[in-house]
């Protein structure tokens, strides 16, 4: 079955950036975009053990009569199919549930602020527990339509991390672009992130996919990010769990995020690896 | 005992859907745990006979099952072998002296199949015409335990067998399969190939063994391309 | 570490994963211990409430009290947690039906701080109702730390309703009954028995912090036959009454939302009103129980006019209070407005057959509360139960039984579904355990869908094409485009069969020519209900599932049986 990605629109300059990086990621992955233009503030998405409820600032209500014109046109322009998404079940009578088999999502840095905050340092609480519930990976724009040409995956270790890793083998497969991991050794040794390849069997694709293994060793952690290339998709996972959290990437997001402006796909630790 | 949720599926013969849903809501008892998702054997088990599922964990080292659809033509020949020069002057007695040579089956089952074999001839006759006969029993043979073969029988001399053209027929082909499936599939292949005159011009040359079954591989090939297009 | 991080998944320990009875028996204590505070909370803020303004009711300007409490609470509702008005019973209800019972966070608290502004400043509502939706709320959050499962949170969402009835009336049936009969609508004993404890739970965390003390107590009732021969004009009655304060509320909401002014205004609006009324009656305002408490004592000194007034004047300040958009719920104003019309119907009696030594008015007031909760509910045990608890009277529980039968059966025949529940069945949302729709809503047709099909194009000769059906499984065939691969129709075998015996036409035909393109075709996020209504419409047996153009598989009625089957038994069996 074709993958699906699951956009919001907001019918303004800021929201037609977010929705043209909707549609170059659809087609570099050959996934189809689901539209949905909303007419209420509000939503709930109902995942598998929450129910999130998001709350749109205003600028996602304007101008309701050009939204699907601009939006098809956008699509069309992409060549691609428009498909708009019509909440079928209602919470209330103005909270629509959105169900959440999609296999990604596009979000904004932040998606219940107004946008004239939304730049770089900050991802909102909604984006977050959308990233920390979905089965999905959530692709977050950055802030102006930016097309890459590469694939950067930061791996630090975790099972999310290595979710993000093998994400980053299926993209770069699906879109034929080199792939980067990148690694920050911390306190512990490169040797064990070796082991944990070595005990997820991924040791092939990694020889097969993976271009250059970037291994930042010493120096601030934000300061190595200008290694990163700027025409790159970042991969990563969010929220590691446990006792690796202290030398996962994870705790890292928001580092990530906040210091390079690139388009990132954030993996969740409830993302269903489907091959 | 943990498996992923692919085997889960398959073991229970549900689509995948169905049991990540069950999972969720709690009808299945199957625990989520990390990656993969725990049960407990006896209890799925039990749960599957109480809902009417069927449970079959997935097995060390599978067996290969045998598919009877597999069964070529050409390893039916060559299991049941070719004989030359069967004696005998009518439909009955050449039956009987070629059902003597059908090694794969001891006295006892050769008598019945005899039995059988004369009984579907008294329906009508198995001569399909060209000199070509098929003699096969109705219905498979009960406690049938055997993989499915066709005997190839030449004929000293041609006989007659009351076939649809009313040719006497020289050659005999005794069908035997377990299931009316392999029956039907053996011998949709043998009367393609008889249907080509080619093909009995060539029998009637009393090929041996080595060269009728490379012939029959050559149809085969013919017929596995028309069904794999 | 690995202890801490496990401490929150209960469900994956051994001793819980063989039968998690136990483990949803402790949450169900936690969740009525919890869900008993949060309505003790509101009670406590509302006596606390009442108190505060009642200095304020002697002053000429006081009817806008309730006006400027019913703005507050819409604007919290709306501007500070963002949920949608209403008392959120049905929201409970769809929630459970659909989707195990997820509830927002905010919801436990959201209705509790929104109803006490309403119901404090004298609006004519009810407490239950929000106590109800963040006792379920309060389950299912603790569900979702625990991460238990559907079935399991839907318990604890009957829990923590049960819990709340419970504590605010100090009884434990009623809460429980409740909490079955109109939250879940499915009477299992895994079910029934971790909400019972929760129902103990809340009563007991009740009793603890408020006494032990029966909500309206009462005097001693002889009844006779007679007695039990008028209840069935009560019955009657209390239908009646039922059937305007449904029809009431449905009108005011309806003329409020053809007001083009902000919500709080609206609010307002209603609130105002509503203290007009009270200014004049005030036993309209606020949830009424003192008024509850005179009349079953039987000190509600009014005439027959002032209360029939009184009664209809109820019924049109509750319709205000929740149909402009104030919060809260309808359970209290039903027992005032019960007892009133107890009242006048009493009063009638003593004016036609003055000879008659009736039984005492207070009686009366009872059974007509009984009559109008079973009546706007539709829920006769509920209202069977909560009288007899609330009153500590069970020597009445014969005519309560056969009042609380007619009323229910009487608003049934002219309201087919209950006030909580006639929002959802009209959206069609209503999926009780059990259902044929239910079993449709969680089937979708990812799960039925079957992909075995082999696809052909639509230049094809159909001398290949015979190949083709050789070895297909199925009678369908879906035709694609050669570039696109997008689907353009389908050849079903039956259709075609004519030429499949002609050998001229081998090389004479194209699939192209011979598909059927005017298909319905299903899409894979559509319902299923929706997808067999199609089916039936058409006389279809199977239809092919396409999305974006493409052809993804078929679906056929009879995987729809078999997967339905399965379904259904795993569904009501347990």
């Known amino acids: 079955m074709e993958a699906q990605l699951f956009h919001i629109f907001r019918n303004n300059p800021f929201g037609r950036e977010t929705l043209l990086q909707s549609i170059y990621f659809c087609k570099k992955m050959g996934a189809s975009p689901v539209v949905y233009i909303p007419k209420f503030t509000k939503f709930l998405m109902y995942f598998e053990n929450d129910v999130v409820q998001i709350d749109l600032d205003s600028s996602y209500l304007s101008s309701p009569d050009t939204a699907i014109s601009h939006a098809t046109e956008l699509l069309e322009e992409g060549g691609l199919s428009v498909r708009f998404f019509e909440p079928k079940h209602y919470t209330a009578t103005t909270l629509p549930d959105i169900h959440t088999n999609f296999d990604y999502m596009a979000c904004p840095r932040s998606i219940s602020d107004l946008s004239t905050k939304i730049g770089l340092g900050y991802i909102g609480p909604k984006v977050r527990r959308i990233v920390n519930s979905a089965r999905f990976p959530v692709l977050i724009t950055s802030p102006v339509y930016k097309e890459w040409d590469r694939i950067a995956v930061f791996f630090g270790g975790s099972a999310n991390a290595v979710n993000a890793l093998k994400l980053g083998f299926r993209i770069s497969r699906e879109t034929g672009l080199p792939l980067d991991v990148f690694t920050y050794v911390g306190k512990v040794s490169l040797e064990s992130y070796e082991q944990v390849i070595k005990d997820e069997n991924l040791k092939k694709e990694m020889d097969y996919f993976v271009n250059k293994w970037h291994i930042f060793e010493k120096g601030i952690f934000e300061e190595n990010l200008y290694e990163v290339p700027h025409t790159a998709l970042v991969i990563l996972g969010a929220y590691g769990h446990g006792l690796i959290k202290n030398f996962v990437f994870g705790s890292k997001m928001e580092k990530i995020q906040s210091t390079i402006s690139n388009n990132l796909l954030i993996v969740g630790p409830n993302y269903v690896a489907t091959s | 005992m943990k498996l992923t949720i692919h085997e889960i599926a398959q073991s229970l013969y549900l689509p995948l859907g169905t049991v990540r849903r069950w999972i969720r809501q709690g009808r299945i008892p199957i625990h989520k745990s990390g990656n993969g998702f725990v049960f407990n054997e006896a209890i799925l088990s039990k749960w599957a006979a109480a809902h009417h599922l069927t449970f079959s964990p997935p097995k060390k080292s599978p067996e290969k099952q045998q598919d009877p659809e597999l069964e070529t033509l050409s390893s039916a020949l060559k299991r049941g072998g070719v004989f030359y020069d069967i004696k005998g002057d009518d439909g009955a007695s050449t039956l009987k002296a070629a059902v003597e040579h059908i090694n794969v089956l001891d006295s006892h089952a050769k008598e019945k199949l005899y039995q059988r074999l004369l009984e579907r001839e008294n329906l009508t006759s198995t001569g399909i015409g060209k000199g070509v006969a098929i003699p096969h029993p109705h219905n498979p043979l009960p406690d049938a335990d055997f993989r499915p073969f066709i005997t190839t029988c030449f004929l000293e001399k041609p006989i007659e067998f009351a076939a649809l053209d009313n040719k006497p027929v020289f050659v005999m082909f005794i069908l035997l399969c377990p299931s009316v499936k392999s029956h039907l599939y053996l011998l949709s292949r043998l009367a393609f190939c008889i249907r080509d005159d080619s093909f009995v011009e060539f029998l009637k040359t009393f090929p041996s063994s080595d060269r009728l079954l490379l012939k029959i591989a050559d149809f085969e090939e013919q017929l596995d391309r028309a069904d794999r297009y | ?574």
Not at chain 3, 146 to 151: C, G, T
Not at chain 3, 323 to 337: D, K, R, T
Not at chain 3, 410 to 429: D, M, Q, T
Not at chain 3, 556 to 571: H, M, N
């Open chain 3, 1 to 574: 570490m690995r202890i801490f991080k496990s401490w929150r998944y209960p469900a994956s320990w051994k001793f819980f994963r063989l039968d998690d009875r136990l483990l949803l028996m402790l949450m169900a204590v936690i969740v009525g211990l919890c869900s008993g505070l949060a309505a003790l909370a509101l009670n406590r803020s509302l006596i606390a409430m009442f108190n505060w303004l009642h200095k304020y009711h002697h002053i000429w300007w006081a009817f806008v009290l309730p006006g400027i409490g019913a703005a507050l609470s819409s604007l919290f509702l709306e501007k500070v947690v963002v949920e949608g008005a209403g008392h959120g019973v049905p929201e409970v209800i769809y929630s459970v039906s659909r989707y195990g019972g997820l509830l927002r966070f905010r919801s436990s608290y959201s209705r509790l701080i929104s109803s006490c502004l309403t119901i404090g400043s004298g609006g004519s509502a009810g407490p239950e109702a929000p106590v109800v939706m963040s006792g379920a709320a309060i389950g299912s959050n603790i569900a979702k730390y625990f991460s238990l499962n559907d079935r399991q949170r839907v318990t604890l969402v009957g829990c923590g309703a049960a819990g709340a009835i419970s504590s605010i009336f100090n009884a434990p049936i009623a809460g429980m009954v409740f909490s079955i009969e109109v939250i879940l609508g499915e009477w299992k004993s895994v079910n029934i028995v971790p909400i019972a404890i929760a129902a103990v739970a809340g009563t007991e965390i009740s009793r603890i912090l408020q006494g032990n003390q029966i909500v309206f107590s009462h005097l001693q009732f002889n009844i006779d036959l007679l007695d039990i021969f008028a209840c069935l004009g009560l019955a009657i009655l209390t239908a009646v009454a039922s059937i305007v304060l449904t029809r009431m509320l449905r009108s005011m909401y309806g003329i409020s939302h053809k007001i083009s002014a902000p919500i709080w205004v609206r609010a307002a609006v209603g609130g105002c009103a509503v203290g007009i009324i009270g200014l004049f009656l005030p036993v309209v305002l606020g949830e009424g129980y003192h008024a509850v408490q005179a009349m079953i004592g039987g000190t509600f000194s009014q005439g027959l006019a002032l209360v029939a007034i009184a009664t209809l004047a109820k019924v049109v300040a509750t319709a205000l209070t929740l149909g402009w958009g104030g919060s809260g719920g309808i359970f209290a104003p039903c027992l005032v407005i019960g007892s009133l019309a107890g009242l006048t119907y009493h009063h009638c009696l003593i004016l036609l057959w003055p000879s008659i030594s009736w039984v005492n008015e207070g009686c009366f007031a009872l059974l007509g509360m009984a009559g109008l909760i079973s009546g706007m509910l539709q829920a006769p045990l509920t209202g069977i139960f909560l009288i007899v608890e609330i009153t500590g009277g069970y020597e009445v529980i014969l005519p309560l039984i056969i009042v609380s039968a007619i009323s229910t059966s009487l608003c049934h025949y002219i309201e087919p579904a209950s006030f909580y529940l006639k929002e959802l069945v009209e959206r069609g949302h209503l999926l009780r355990p059990g259902t044929d729709a239910r079993v449709l809503s969680d089937l979708n047709v990812r799960e039925i869908i079957e992909e075995d099909c082999i696809t052909v194009k639509q230049n094809m000769l159909l001398r290949d094409f015979i190949n083709i059906i050789k070895i297909s499984p199925r009678n369908y065939f879906p035709v694609e485009d050669e570039k696109t691969n997008n689907f353009l129709g389908i050849i079903h075998l039956d259709d075609i069969r004519a030429y499949l015996f002609n050998p001229d036409m081998y090389d004479a035909v194209v699939l192209g020519q011979i598909m059927d393109t005017k298909v319905d075709v299903v899409h894979p996020d559509d319902d299923l209900s929706e997808v067999l209504r199609k089916m039936d419409a058409h006389q279809l047996f199977s239809m092919p599932v396409v999305s974006n153009n493409k052809f993804l598989g078929l679906i056929s009625k009879a995987t729809i049986l078999d997967q339905y089957r399965k379904e259904l038994v795993v569904q009501t069996s347990q």
